[in-house]
């Protein structure tokens, strides 16, 4: 899950103290600012989903801060919470759209719920923006292309196909898998935020399942030009882990390193058991790896590669939707496993996803 930022402003230090201890105690990145000049200050320097604000407060008052925010950062929700309301401040704090408007004293848990409130109602808009981005952009262009190219399979006035037919084809394909992995990738991502994803293990023959994973990549690699070199090393005949999703994880892998791989490069995949000591786990493990050239990612570009919408500076002709490796940890995670990514001083990186041999069903951490 992202995190919850929450910036209150009270010039009652004690007030505002207790508030930030008590909101960091139920998870939320809460700061203060004590009074209305040092919460604008903050404002400036920082972007926070929720302002919890005093209104009456020496110098720079709680409506200045108000209108502060509705002009310079619109999306911010602002709670209200005062010892002082009177029908004329109640009215002008609805003027601006006030989310929450609470009297002093008041019993904490009804402070923490409107909090938890607000930001439902962040998540939803915001899902309600990722579910517009993905069909207008991220689904729109592969379907336009899909239908394109349909059409110039076959030539009706001439009754026969395209001389290029073969390619066409293979775009058909290759765009639609892009927009199934796209819907398989937003959903999964809709149950980590909603903290619902879970595991369903199933014994599964690993080294079949690589191989013919890699073998259903290499079309696509070769598409662009790359070349998938599989090593497979000590495998058990069989593990419990979650089919689906460990296929998802492994794909989003593999197609990230061929997006980002330089042109005619060679991606090397391996998988096999590890000791201990070699794996972040701490015991022993499995690890399924990808190491691929490329040289149009720089080393800072990693710091938070495995973010939600986080992405490389994309060359001309890559696309991407920042949540394929997101997918991948979140994945991980569910299995009790943990992932990596690194550069190597040949100017590769290798992406890691380390799993326990022994998986039990659980749900992400």
């Known amino acids: 899950m992202r995190e919850k930022t929450v910036l209150i402003i009270d010039d009652e230090r004690r007030m505002a103290d207790s508030l930030r201890d ?38 720079v008052d709680g409506l200045e801060v108000i209108r502060f925010i509705n002009d310079h950062a619109p999306r911010t929700l602002i709670l209200v919470v005062t010892g002082y309301s009177t029908t004329e401040s109640a009215i002008e704090a609805i003027h601006y759209h006030v989310f929450e408007y609470l009297r002093k004293p008041f019993d904490f848990d009804l402070f923490r719920m409107a909090i938890e409130k607000a930001f439902q109602k962040i998540e939803t808009e915001q899902l309600r923006e990722d579910t517009a981005a993905m069909i207008t952009h991220d689904i729109k262009i592969p379907l336009t292309s899909i239908i394109g190219f349909a059409a ?12 290029r037919a ?7 394909q290759a765009n639609g898998q892009k927009i199934l992995v796209l819907i398989d990738n937003y959903l999964t991502t809709c149950k980590v935020e909603a903290g619902t994803l879970k595991i369903m293990p199933v014994a599964l023959d690993l080294r079949q399942a690589i191989v013919e994973l890699v073998e259903t990549a290499q ?19 069989s593990v419990e882990v979650d089919e689906p999703l460990l296929f998802r994880a492994y794909g989003n892998m593999l197609q990230n390193a061929i997006k980002y791989s330089s042109t005619e490069g060679t991606i090397h995949v391996r998988a096999g058991r590890v000791a201990p000591q070699a794996s972040p786990l701490k015991t022993a ?28 500076a994309l060359r001309p002709g890559t696309e991407g939707s920042g949540l394929g490796l997101y ?39």
Do not use: W
């Open 22 to 59: 008590l909101l960091a105690g139920a998870g939320f990145k809460a700061q203060v600012a004590y009074g209305g000049p040092e919460g604008i200050e903050a404002l400036k320097r920082a972007t926070f989903q929720v302002v919890v604000t005093d209104l009456r407060m020496q110098g």
């Open 152 to 163: 110039m399979l076959y030539d009706r006035e001439q009754q026969k196909f395209h001389p």
């Open 166 to 172: 073969r390619e066409f084809a293979e775009s058909i």
């Open 219 to 237: 079309v696509e690699a070769s598409r662009r030009g790359r070349r998938l070199v599989l090593e497979l090393g000590d495998l058990p005949e």
């Open 285 to 312: 493990s499995l690890c399924f790896e990808v190491t691929n050239p490329a040289d149009a990612l720089q080393a800072h570009e990693l710091d938070d590669i495995f973010q939600r919408y986080t992405r490389a």
């Open 327 to 365: 997918v991948v940890q979140a994945i991980a995670h569910a299995h009790g496993g943990e992932v990596s990514a690194e550069f190597l001083s040949d100017g590769k990186i290798r992406f890691a996803f380390y799993l326990p041999l022994a998986v039990t069903a659980r749900g992400r951490d």
